[in-house]
Nanobody
Framework: QAQVEESGGGSVQAGGFLRLSCVVS????????VQWYRQAPRKEREFVAG??????????SYADSVKDRFFICRHDAKNTVSLQMNNVKPDDTAIYYC?????WGQGTQVTVSS
């Protein structure tokens, strides 16, 4: 059975960092496209970052609001995609969701205090 599970959320002060992980099971991970989304209170879910399969190397994309602060990386040996969040801001406060193979995880809460 396919599963997508996020971890690594928590509370952090502005300017700090967090590392989120998305573990995927039951799917052919090495050829998957994986994205991170987030949903802040009273806002719609929005795209954060994605990593896309290519036969020779993966490609990545980022929302403008996180570019040069967040970095997505895949770890094929662990069926995991990480999201390194640096220099976080209060506006980054949200529930972060991983999407892989069309499936969503349950999300992990990130809270940034000023």
């Amino acid at each position: 059975q396919a599963q997508v599970e996020e971890s690594g959320g928590g509370s952090v002060q502005a300017g700090g960092f967090l590392r989120l992980s998305c573990v995927v099971s039951g799917l052919p991970f090495n050829s998957l496209d994986v994205q991170w989304y987030r949903q802040a209170p009273r806002k719609e879910r929005e795209f954060v970052a994605g990593i896309y399969y290519s036969w020779h190397s993966s490609t990545t994309s980022y929302a403008d609001s996180v570019k040069d602060r967040f970095f997505i990386c895949r770890h094929d040996a662990k069926n995991t995609v990480s999201l390194q969040m640096n220099n976080v801001k209060p506006d980054d406060t949200a529930i972060y969701y991983c999407k892989a193979g069309g499936r969503w995880g349950q999300g992990t809460q990130v809270t940034v205090s000023s």
